[in-house]
């Protein structure tokens, strides 16, 4: 980190406070870039998985770049209307849901992705005509984590390889459009070759239906927290994917579009998260740093054992020690056991980084503690683009009721 940059972090903190996410555009903009780049293929259609960070001004930046939108809930497809999404361009993948949260989404005309066999029926019965993607689960481990490989047997998610034989009974029996086959293998691939593979059971899916025109591989690229870590190369993945791509759209006589969901590859880099040290505190066998957050505004250390690289910007020159960097929730939540980091005192503004993803998407009011304000950095320029929440936001909801008690 530069010093530039860590007087823009700094300068921020003082005009919105802290804790607070920063995200840098430009960032966003090259990870797309290299993205769309890494692919040699006729079509080429991103959807970017708006989970990851699902904030509006982000969700334009990536409408402004010609990405779509992967929602995995109504509300998410609501918020990429409200960002200007046409309905063309948001894909709906979502994972037992209600019968009713389909019939929204096919009423706001968003491209619907069905999961599993009871909906694939429900829509052939009560949808004719309606263009549908197929989730097929290819049952390929994916990464290490349970939490995160979804592709693997007993994955909740698609529809089993083994049963498209029913797929092609329902589809023929009530004449669905199946429009695309979709696989999602999970986050956090360490192996691209996992890809070609999975990719050659889509394959067999897709000769399998003459009205596919998309085929949708969604995500799981890897990107390093920390130096050393095994990450996807883009480029040489991108080379060698589009080459096999290429070679079945040849084999099929007919130029399917290739499609991806990625959340993490987009945005994980672009963000920081930035806290004040509250307390440092000398015990017999250690130091801990106690920030003013805790697992309520950046859970990822905690839920998945993520690693975050940590700086101190108000010391990046300062001796360096060792720390257990841990948060103000009354329940253990601790960012980082034994990190080495530059001398820090009280007051001192520790930031971490990749906060990006999965950062404040999944932050929550635990401890009744309002969520942090969210800012973008743009072409130099800072921007409020999420307010603190005060505590009226979090009373907003309860209701009062008159009984005694
Ligand atoms: C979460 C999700 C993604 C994005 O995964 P990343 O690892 O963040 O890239 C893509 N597609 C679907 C269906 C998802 O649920």
Not at 120 to 146: D, K, S, T
Not at 163 to 171: D, G, K, L, T
């Amino acid at each position: 980190m530069d010093n530039k940059q860590i007087t823009n972090l700094q300068k921020a903190v003082r005009e919105f406070g802290s804790p607070l996410y920063i995200y840098d555009a430009s960032k966003i903009q090259e990870n797309y870039k290299q993205f769309t780049e890494a692919f040699k293929v006729e079509k080429l259609k991103v959807h970017y998985a708006c989970k990851a960070l699902n904030n509006l001004t982000i969700l334009r930046l990536f409408k402004a770049m010609g990405s779509g939108l992967d929602c995995v809930s109504i509300q998410e497809v609501q918020l990429g209307l409200t960002a200007g999404f046409s309905p063309d361009d948001i894909l709906f993948t979502p994972n037992n849901i209600s019968t009713e949260e389909y019939e929204e989404a096919i009423k706001l005309g968003v491209k619907i992705n069905v999961d599993n066999l009871i909906t694939l029926e429900y829509v052939g019965m009560n949808h004719p005509n309606l263009p549908v993607y197929i989730r097929v689960n290819p049952h390929l481990m994916a990464g290490g984590n349970q939490k995160i490989s979804v592709g693997h047997i007993d994955s909740k998610f698609g529809i089993s390889i083994h049963q498209i034989p029913h797929v092609e009974r329902i589809a023929k029996k009530f004449n669905i459009n199946v429009m695309g086959v979709h696989v999602h293998t999970g986050s956090d691939i360490l192996d691209p070759e996992i890809f070609i593979k999975a990719a050659e059971l889509v394959f067999s899916v897709v000769e399998k239906f003459d009205s596919v025109t998309h085929i949708d591989f969604g995500s799981g690229f890897k990107v390093a927290y920390k130096e050393g870590d095994l990450h996807t190369d883009i480029s040489s993945f991108g080379k060698k994917f589009s080459q096999s791509f290429n070679d079945f759209c040849e084999k099929q006589k007919r130029q399917y579009t290739l499609e991806f969901e990625p959340g993490k590859y987009m945005v994980s880099n672009a963000g920081y998260f930035v806290a004040r040290t509250n307390v440092v505190k000398q015990t017999t066998s250690c130091t801990f740093i106690g920030l003013d957050t805790g697992f309520n505004h950046f859970i990822r250390p905690m839920f998945y054992n993520a690693h975050h690289e940590i700086e101190n910007i108000s010391n990046p020159t300062g001796d360096k020690k060792i720390y257990n960097v841990v948060g103000y929730v009354c329940e253990t939540d601790s960012f980082a056991l034994d990190r080495i980091i530059p001398e820090v005192r009280k007051g001192d503004l520790l930031l971490f980084r990749n906060a990006g993803a999965y950062c404040a998407t999944m932050a929550s009011n635990y401890n009744s503690r309002p969520r942090p304000a969210e800012a973008l950095i743009h072409e130099g320029k800072l921007h409020l683009i999420r307010r603190r929440e005060t505590l009226e936001d979090i009373l907003a909801t309860q209701v009062e009721v008159e009984i005694e008690f």
